[in-house]
């Protein structure tokens, strides 16, 4: 079943002909037959939660922004870039007025008087093929001035990125699209808060993916999305599937479908050939390629239940030749790369780990290195400014805990090389009494 | 060659017309800048600052944190590999070390006919494409050595023809 | 009082004043937690995450809104799942936090071990080492031992120079932006930012020049590790050699409070040398802020060519035979004398002058530079005792009118950014554009020279601008002489002043008239008898015997030689070597601000002390002590023993002085926010002990107020063809005390003028060719021409002291044209 996809079923589904022959915009118009605060119910009997990662309900998101602000904006988040995510990009690739639709419907809902789409830089070509999707929305009266002659104005502009992971944190976006350093900031006020938004205005951010699914929940009512799915994971899902795959690829599949589907009937995986997988790309916890694992149902409840993350379903399989002590040094090198360096244990956490990292890997780690990371990581847990500190902190303290062996292989001393060490041995660190 | 060149203007404008505030423009100013310029020039922050009303400082400052604004002089093709995780897995380290050793390159290096600059980047959003790679931020995917040697001989001949082959 | 809320901290509650940062709130009641980025000036931006605590609330029940309590009959308190910064929190009623435990006490030493891992070892030899943060910090919470491998540091750049005044060490840079927010937020030249990302976020400046602000010094002072230093004194003297002495900026009508740290040194053969300046914190005054000048302008108290000794004739004398001389001459002048003081006296050298005069028979006391008029009309309708600029927001108007503030009073326009800032409406008029046309809500344009009939007409020419001064809950207006002569500067000051009696903005706190008098002690000198308007008596009618005292009449006026040349005998007062030339026939040394006591009287008229700090220069006398020992000649009585002496004197006589004996300038009080007193928020704005100073009331503060039409000047016709030439003042210059100061030399531009575009074009004139201006009947002078839109056409802008030769004081005409020279014949510098 593909709400979102629908480009790989309909050709040509770019083209606004196309597209409006397969119902779009329909859902525009009957939203803006409804007043603002019906189209929010609606979402919120969804159950749509939010796909960029956090899975937070949509409609109840929306319903923060204050109503009698007289300006109010959408964001829509498309700087899709984390390790192992692709599927905003298929799907504004095969299906961009549906998102434009749905970020229309969700301005509508909000009374936004604008609606920026924050792409990755990236998505040059997007940004272009957006570009000419908006224009010719424009032109069918469908965004822009007096949208289908309701009196209500709302232009969709494109903005690129350029190159920074941190720009997908939604206060960091915002400041980038102000024209400021690219660092999100503290919290509250909300982006949804007069003061947190853009340019300081109530702002809704979505993601790419959750505002498409809202034309298709318009069309067909929020009980048809409700049906599919679970209790609390309402609708379908794009899994982004990548790594030591023989079909790696954009399944989108009813959330709820177990792990076990997705990776061995659809991808192809050899289940007694997966030693690891990220659930949540780089960022969230790993988990090993058990039964249980595998058998564990792709919604965000079961996730977390295991100890992990739903996430944006960046899903990244590795095959038992895969040594975790390379996974934790490359997901490291890609945080130490995309840390913004605004607040300290990120800044100098993801630095450090790297360092250490490079050494155990070039065979110049001790035992003692192994305790440091996983020590190093979990001060860095928790006491960031944004989630990034605690994604850096992830790959190391569950790559340890999950598979230890795969560290202390590196760190164990080689007998012939047992010798005094250069340097002084770096003891365990000392603790302060507890004043 | 100058940002305030006419033909720059209509799309600075449009540009400009996106946003309440021209200080937010910056960051598409900026690519044209490295358009005009091939990089991000001490003169482009300038003239950036100049059309969006900010101190050279800051455009600086935002030229600095994204990785697609280059501060150096770049070959006419900037090659980004990305070798992040998901790719890796599928043979884009190999990948990337075999080109930069067929371009005789280092890391951010650009080869010697002044054609080709290589980096490698983090995740490009086409994991189930690897290994692949963006020239001058267009998509090259599912590539394998063979492929690329063959491009870049394409490229290096096209140049050969139209007799600038040199310098860059 | 402010309402207060209850804030449980560690079980215990506290009653805090509502809205109050946290990180404030718990200070104020002895709990202090760390920080570095969090800046009581500034807004918080939780970077450094070094304040985290264990925070949460007392839980409330919804319907009812009573405390829930646990079993143990203690309320409920919900707590975050973790920490959490103090510094982006405000207080609330219930607000529980704990900063005693365990987790925030591992938390604190985790963010010191980080920041640590990239700092280097260099204190021994960091200027910060003894007054930094980080440092103290480490000692109270961090780590005993690195994990961190000395080999996995990064090696950064040690000695960038952000400018030609301050130095970044990129290794000691933690990153808390500071620096890069006080440019920002506080000053509004945002030209330091972040570069890179990540570990290699580093500070940079693009601006042309590096670092182009004229606060730029105050970012080494809230730097809170040794990052930031300045080009005056890295590497001079460690923090604990030195000894803070107490003094004011000698430069304009601000009066910032300022420290002198001076250190017996081997370069001023062991005697006691100022090593660096720093502000004092003074929240009415200065906060915690001074400008560049009053940071670096220092230097020419130590000036080689600092006038050492008295010379009679063109000879060396000893002080017995100068003073004698000059008695001499004063006592067959008699009546006939007249007295030029400049602003840089003290109220004490003031005080003596006048009293010699008066002895004599003379009350012929000129204020130099004779440029701004209407002093009186301040200490008529001046703002308000207790005034505060910082106070200023929503609600108020703040109107600045012909002058150029980030020139002539930095500090001042700092802070009514500041106002501007917090809502309050700034109104920025001139006849050109200047910087704080960045900053205002509305910019109000006048012809060149009409300044004062603008603000005249004001309430007949723009019924909603006047409607807004007039409904505004506090109204100030900065009232200047920029395109004026005295008696326009005088109408300009009336007109002012009679807007804010008739809207009823004068006789209380933030309310009332302002002036950027030159100097600092524009004020002293009118309430010590020395009017500009008695200098133009003096000019047209010179005396027979002129004693001057901390004058440049030279450099300053070009008619100068033409009127000095009428005066018999004169007696010269002065700091340096070459002021008058040979005109003179006593030339007394005196001491500069630094190396004796005194007081100036600023703007605001507050009367503020300064202390010695260094040792004086060869026999150079105060000059309250070199007056009144030549009036012990004279037979008019003792001289006293301290400049305290004489001010307790003062304060006796002369009545706007009372209650300004020296103990009284010396009070203090808390300053809040507590900046001062330690190095708890990073940085060195010293505690106050020398005292807050005393605010002489205006007269409206006791209620008599006079009002006057004001007289409006007739408005000077221009010659076909010739341009006005407006004098306007540039911080950075070549006048002969700041001429001295070579650390500021590469940031004072090559002379230039300001031309209107289209002007520049007619003349055939561009960018940075060489113009010829030739007043008329005048001097002329060669300079750079720079091209401004916002200069009428027909006027130009002629900044004062770029160049030594004298041009008029105030608005003249002359002729403007482009010189064809050779390339190495071009402007030079001097």
């Known amino acids: ?435 | 060659m100058s940002l305030h060149d006419p033909r720059y203007k209509a799309r600075i404008a449009s540009h400009l017309a996106k946003y309440p505030d021209r200080r937010s423009a910056v960051m598409p100013l900026l690519y044209i800048a490295q358009e005009e310029y091939g990089w991000v020039s001490p003169r482009g922050i300038q003239e950036v600052a100049e059309i969006c009303e900010m101190d050279p400082t800051q455009v600086k400052s935002i030229a600095g944190f994204y990785t697609m604004y280059s501060e150096r002089t770049k070959g006419r093709y900037w090659l980004h590999v990305c070798t992040d995780l998901p790719c890796a897995l599928n043979g884009a380290e190999t990948f990337y070390r075999e080109l930069q050793e067929y371009l005789g390159v280092e890391e951010g290096g650009t080869s010697a006919d002044g054609l080709f600059t290589v980096e490698h980047v983090m995740c490009l959003a086409a994991c189930d494409k690897a290994p692949m790679l963006q020239c001058n931020f267009r998509y090259m995917e599912s590539l394998d050595m063979e492929k690329m040697k063959a491009w870049i001989e394409e490229k290096r001949a096209e140049l050969e023809a139209a007799g600038q082959g040199q310098g860059a | ?830």
């Open chain 3, 1 to 830: 009082m402010a309402e207060t809320v209850t804030i449980v901290v560690n079980d215990r509650e506290f009653q805090v004043p509502a809205g109050a940062n946290l990180v404030d709130a718990a200070r104020s009641i002895g709990d202090l937690i760390p920080v570095f980025c969090y800046h009581p000036k500034m807004d918080p931006v939780g970077m450094c995450r070094m304040c985290l605590v264990e925070m949460g609330s007392i839980q409330r029940d919804r319907a009812s809104g009573e405390v829930m309590l646990d079993e143990d009959g203690k309320p409920q308190v919900r707590w975050f799942p973790t920490l959490q910064t103090a510094c982006t929190a405000k207080v609330y009623e219930g607000l529980v936090i704990r900063t005693d435990t365990q987790e925030v006490d591992q938390a604190r030493e985790n963010v010191l071990e980080f920041l640590l891992t990239s700092h280097p070892l260099d204190c021994p030899i960091c200027d910060k080492g003894g007054e930094c943060p980080l440092q103290n910090l480490t000692m109270e919470h961090g780590p005993g031992k690195t994990r961190m491998v000395f080999g996995d540091k990064l090696n950064l750049d040690k000695h960038v120079p952000l400018g030609d005044l301050v130095f970044l060490d990129e290794e000691r840079c933690i990153q808390c932006a500071r620096c890069v927010r006080f440019q920002d937020e506080v000053v509004g030249d945002d030209v330091l930012a972040f570069h890179e990302r990540g570990r290699s976020l580093q500070i940079i400046t693009n601006s042309e020049p590096g670092f182009d602000s004229y606060f730029s010094g105050n970012t080494t002072d809230i730097c809170p590790v040794g990052a930031l230093t300045t080009a005056d004194f890295r590497f001079g003297a460690r923090p604990w050699e030195l000894t803070d002495v107490a003094s004011i900026d000698p430069w304009d009508a601000a009066g910032s409070n300022i420290s002198l740290s001076t250190r017996l040194d081997r370069d001023a053969d062991g005697r006691a040398i100022v090593k660096r300046v720093m502000p004092r914190q003074n929240e009415y005054v200065n906060e915690i802020w001074i400008s560049d000048k009053a940071r670096f302008g220092h230097h020419f108290s130590r000036s080689a060519d600092r006038l050492a000794w008295p010379t009679t004739g063109e000879s060396r004398a000893t002080w017995a035979e100068a003073l004698e001389d000059a008695a001499g001459r004063l006592r067959e002048a008699g009546e006939d004398l007249a007295i030029i003081a400049g602003s840089g006296l003290s109220n004490e050298d003031l005080y003596a002058l006048q009293q010699l005069a008066k002895g004599l028979g003379s009350s012929r006391l000129g204020a130099w530079p004779p440029t701004h008029g209407g002093a009186d009309l301040i200490a008529q309708v001046g703002v308000g005792q207790g005034s505060n600029l910082g106070a200023l927001g929503s609600g108020d108007v703040v109107l600045v009118i012909a002058t150029d503030l980030e020139e002539e009073v930095p500090l001042w326009r700092l802070r009514i950014k500041q106002a501007a800032d917090r809502g309050a409406l700034l109104l920025v008029a001139n006849s050109r554009g200047t910087r704080l046309d960045d900053f205002a809500c509305r910019q109000l344009r006048y012809p060149t020279g009409d300044g004062a009939h603008f603000l005249a007409n004001l309430q007949q020419e723009d019924e909603d601008i006047f409607g807004r001064l007039r409904d505004a809950n506090n109204l100030v207006i900065v009232a200047g002489a920029e395109g004026l002569d005295l008696a326009g500067s005088r109408a300009l000051m009336q007109a002012a002043a009679n807007i804010l009696v008739e809207t009823g903005h004068v006789g209380r706190p933030n309310n009332g008239l302002l002036s950027p008098l030159p100097g600092p002690n524009g004020m002293g000198l009118h309430y010590l008898g020395f009017t500009p308007e008695n200098t133009i008596g003096i000019m047209t009618e010179p005396p027979q015997t002129l004693l001057v005292a901390q004058a440049d009449l030279l450099a300053d006026d070009p008619s100068a030689p033409e009127w000095l040349g009428k005066v018999d005998n004169i007696i010269e007062l002065a700091l340096f070597q070459d002021t008058l030339g040979n005109r003179a026939q006593v030339v007394l040394p005196i001491q500069s601000f630094a190396e004796r006591d005194g007081s100036f009287t600023s703007g605001e008229r507050r009367v503020q002390r300064f202390y010695r700090a260094q040792g004086p220069v060869g026999e150079a006398l105060p000059a309250w002590q070199v007056v009144a020992r030549i009036a012990e000649v004279l037979g008019q009585g003792r001289a006293k023993a301290s400049a305290a002496a004489v001010m307790l004197e003062l304060s006796q006589q002369v009545a706007a002085f009372e209650g300004c004996r020296y103990r009284d300038l010396a009070w203090t009080e808390k300053q809040d926010p507590p900046v001062g007193e330690d190095l708890w928020y990073g940085g060195t704005a010293l505690l106050n002990r020398g005292g807050l100073g005393v605010q002489i009331p205006a007269a409206a503060d006791r209620g008599r107020v006079k009002v006057a039409a004001p007289v409006l000047p007739a408005r000077e016709k221009v010659n076909e063809g010739d341009f006005r030439i407006v004098p306007v003042t540039r911080l950075y210059n070549r006048e002969r005390a700041f001429r001295a100061t070579d650390i500021v030399w590469p940031r004072v531009p090559a002379p230039f003028v300001l031309l209107n575009p289209g002007d520049a074009q007619r003349l055939g004139v561009l960018p940075d060719d060489t113009v010829e201006i030739e007043v008329v009947d005048g001097p002329a002078v060669q300079v750079l021409a720079r091209l401004d839109a916002s200069i009428p056409a027909g006027s130009l802008a002629l900044p004062r002291h770029l160049t030594t030769t004298a041009m008029p004081l105030t608005l003249s005409a002359g002729r403007v044209s482009k010189v064809t020279v050779a390339a190495d014949a071009r402007v030079s510098e001097s």
């Open chain 1, 1 to 435: 079943m593909r709400l979102l996809l629908r480009g790989r079923d309909i050709p040509d589904l770019h083209e606004l002909s196309v597209y409006q022959a397969n119902g779009g915009y329909e859902a525009l118009k009957k939203a803006l037959a409804m007043q603002p605060a019906e189209v929010i119910d609606e979402v919120k009997a969804s159950g749509l939660r939010g796909r960029g990662g956090a899975g937070f309900p949509a409609g109840v998101k929306w319903s923060f922004i204050p109503q009698n602000e007289p300006i109010k904006y959408v964001a829509v988040n498309a700087d899709e870039s984390e390790t192992g995510t692709f599927k905003d990009r298929e799907i504004m690739e095969g299906n961009p007025h549906q998102m434009i639709e749905g970020a229309l419907i969700c301005a509508w809902a909000i009374q936004a008087t604008a609606v920026y789409i924050y792409l990755r830089g990236e998505f040059w070509d997007i940004g272009d093929l957006l570009d000419g999707c908006i224009a010719e929305a424009e032109a069918a009266g469908f965004a822009g001035e007096n949208i289908l002659g309701s009196g209500w104005s709302c232009p969709v502009y494109t903005h690129l990125g350029a190159g920074a992971y941190i720009c997908g944190e939604e206060s960091a976006m915002l400041s980038s699209l102000e024209g400021v350093l690219g660092q999100p900031r503290v919290r509250p006020p909300f982006p949804a808060q007069k003061g947190g938004g853009l340019y300081k205005e109530a702002t809704v951010v979505n993601n790419v993916e959750t505002l498409t699914n809202v034309p298709w929940i318009l069309g067909n009512g929020a009980e048809a999305f409700r049906a599919i799915g679970t209790e609390q994971s309402a609708g379908t899902k794009v899994f982004c599937v990548s790594g030591h795959v023989p079909r790696p690829g954009n399944y989108e599949l009813p959330l709820g479908t177990p792990l076990r589907e997705l990776l061995v009937d659809h991808a192809g995986c050899d289940p007694g050939n997966i030693k690891a997988i990220l659930p949540s790309g780089g960022s969230g916890p790993i988990v090993p390629g058990t039964d249980e694992v595998l058998d564990t149902p792709l919604s965000y409840e079961a996730m977390q239940g295991l100890g992990t993350i739903l996430g944006s379903a960046s899903i990244i399989v590795m095959d038992n030749s895969v040594d975790m002590t390379w996974v934790a040094s490359k997901v490291t090198k890609f945080f130490t790369h995309e840390s913004c360096g605004k607040c300290t244990p990120c800044r100098e956490g993801t630095y450090w780990l790297d360092k250490v990292l490079d050494r155990i890997l070039a065979g110049e780690g001790k035992p003692e290195d192994v305790q440091l990371i996983d020590n190093v990581a979990k001060n860095m847990a928790g006491t960031t400014l944004c989630a990034l500190g605690d994604f850096a902190a992830n790959p190391i303290i569950h790559t340890i805990s999950n598979f230890p062996d795969d560290f202390n292989a590196h760190v164990q001393p080689k007998p012939e090389e047992e010798k005094p060490a250069a340097s002084a041995p770096r003891r365990g660190r000392r603790r302060r009494a507890s004043a």
